[in-house]
């Protein structure tokens, strides 16, 4: 299993790593990667991924942080390195007022922009999406960008089931957090049932959104991907190791990660 989606560089887990990659490994989860939200956070993220062989990375910049100067160069630095899997996270976010839109738009088709002419020099990497009660606006963007729909994922979805087939109609992947564990998120369970298995991802968005049954518990971290695995399988009607065993081909072949078989046919 493989968490796709954490920030390791956030306070919660300051001088914590080691101990977070020792918790990771004992849970079962074999990697995780840690997600860029500016352009320094994308530095830090790298260097981790540096440090650690179970521990990859992403460049981008969250549309929470779009009102804040971004480095292009240390971005394409990032992306440059070897441990770095993927553009993100970005994308739209109706939740909060601020930044304005027009910020967060700006944001978003700069780094498009510049995913699209890094890409032809050779930099392709799958997309990282953060999508928060934006879908009629960030779909359109996505398609304007022609880029790949099928190497964009929509992390920690919380929309609705409606909301959930224009994604996939886009042909894009989609990702859950431990927010399909909670109760009062119906539509959002009913959406992991449907989404088919050739393009269903977990994760955990920690230090944020411990699932159920430690909801309570602060920071979540990566170890706790298998309670977000083990409820899609229980949502799916799978057993939970074949559950476990899709979820990690799904990252390795999305991701471009190291399969769980290693080439002798071992465990890594
Ligand atoms: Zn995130």
């Known amino acids: 299993m493989i968490d796709t989606h954490c920030h ?11 101990d977070e990659v020792d918790r990771m490994k004992a849970a079962g989860v074999r ?14 993220g790298c260097a981790i991924a540096a440090a650690h062989d179970s521990v990859w990375c992403s460049a981008g910049v969250h549309p929470l942080h ?21 553009w993100g996270e970005l994308g739209l976010d109706n939740h909060y007022k601020t930044p304005v839109k027009a910020q967060q738009r700006a944001a978003l ?18 997309i990282i999406l953060h999508c928060r009660d934006a879908f009629d606006e960030l779909i359109p963007i996505l398609e304007a960008s022609g880029l790949p729909r099928d190497r964009m994922v929509f992390h920690c979805f919380s929309g609705s089931v409606d909301e959930a087939r224009r994604v996939l109609d886009f042909g894009s992947w ?27 991802m977990c994760e955990t968005d920690a230090p944020f959104l411990s699932p159920e049954p430690i909801r309570t518990a602060k920071p979540n971290r990566p170890a706790h991907v298998m309670l977000v695995a083990k409820h899609l399988a229980m949502l799916r009607g799978l057993d939970e190791t074949e559950c ?25």
């Open 8 to 18: 390791l560089t956030f306070t919660q887990f300051k001088d914590q790593i080691p």
């Open 31 to 44: 990697g995780c990667i840690t997600v860029g939200t500016t352009s320094a956070e994308s530095a830090a």
């Open 66 to 86: 779009s009102d804040e100067p971004v480095d292009w160069g240390v971005l394409r630095a990032c992306a440059q390195h070897p441990r770095c899997v993927a």
């Open 109 to 126: 088709e700069g780094q498009l922009d510049r995913i699209s002419r890094w890409s032809a020099e050779g930099l392709s990497k799958p």
């Open 174 to 200: 989609i990702s859950f957090t431990g927010i399909v564990t909670y109760r009062n998120a119906p539509e959002v369970q009913a959406a992991a049932k449907l989404v088919p298995s050739d393009r269903i």
């Open 244 to 268: 476990a065993d899709l979820l990690d081909r799904n990252a390795c072949r999305f991701f471009g990660l190291p399969s769980a078989i290693g080439p002798a046919g071992g465990v890594p």
